[in-house]
């Protein structure tokens, strides 16, 4: 049985918070595999200061160029339109054999905005979520970024969703679990290496050398 990681993101560019949490994940629960996919057009972000997707999907290539266990699929780049999870997850689920186990990975601060997913409810249906815990500027408690999770599972989803401390996970009596799982807190954003980028400052130790020797040459962020 083979159990897959798809982390969905913009990765406008890619950095050592997404690699790193991804690292983590994939060795948190036991996965073969965890593919990077960039997403097209991201729907509810703004398209503008997005760079090609030639060139995030190049960025990634190099990011993960060293570790076999992180891969990258260009399938959302593939299809022409806005990149809609619920297609990926349809996507992957069809090519993937019945026993292949698929989790899809997602920041926190992703997840609290679900609801402006298309189709999210059945996207919970289809696939186990595992929501990493991510510091941000507003707020670095963790305990009350779970109590987010929490009312925003119960009061958009379903209220049948229950905390089992042993799985840090909520289940469900018909869907599948949303794990919960921490990741070391690393305040890296990509807006944050965008603005640097913009005014001048050294991205040096948040990206790949790589990455940034890529983002230099190429001009992109300026
Ligand atoms: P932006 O600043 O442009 O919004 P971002 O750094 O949040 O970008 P995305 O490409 O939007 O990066 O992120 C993809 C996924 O990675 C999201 O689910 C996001 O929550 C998560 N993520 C981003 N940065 C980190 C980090 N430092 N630690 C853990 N998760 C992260």
């Known amino acids: 049985m083979e159990r897959i990681g798809l982390f969905g993101g913009t990765f406008n560019p890619i950095h050592l918070g997404h690699l790193r949490s991804a ?8 996965l073969d595999k965890m593919f990077f996919i960039p997403a097209a057009l991201p729907p509810h ?8 997707a030639t060139d995030r999907l190049e960025m990634i ?22 990149s809609y999870t619920i297609d990926t997850i349809h996507h992957f689920r069809s090519i993937s054999s019945d026993d292949t186990e698929l989790f899809f990975v997602v920041g926190s601060d992703a997840f609290l905005e ?10 919970l249906q289809l ?37 089992i401390a042993a799985d840090t996970c909520y289940a ?21 290496i965008r603005e ?13 050398k790589a990455v940034e020797e890529y983002i230099k040459t190429k001009g992109l962020y300026k």
């Open 114 to 123: 679900l609801n402006t997913w298309k189709s999210y409810k059945e996207l």
């Open 23 to 30: 690292l983590e994940i994939k060795e948190g629960f036991d």
């Open 61 to 82: 290539r190099l990011g993960i160029a060293h570790s076999s266990d992180l891969g990258v699929s260009d399938i959302e780049l593939k299809r022409s339109g806005p």
């Open 172 to 192: 469900h009596p018909n869907m599948p679990s949303v794990y919960i799982q921490n990741v070391t807190p690393l305040g890296i954003s990509s807006t944050k």
């Open 127 to 163: 696939i186990p979520f595992i929501v990493m815990v991510r510091p941000d500027s507003e707020c670095n408690d963790i305990n009350i970024k779970i109590e987010h999770l929490k009312d925003f599972l119960t009061s958009k989803v379903s209220r049948d969703f229950a905390y």
């Open 45 to 52: 972000k703004q398209s503008e200061g997005v760079e090609n």
């Open 196 to 208: 640097s980028i913009h005014s001048g400052r050294s991205i040096q130790f948040l990206v790949p």
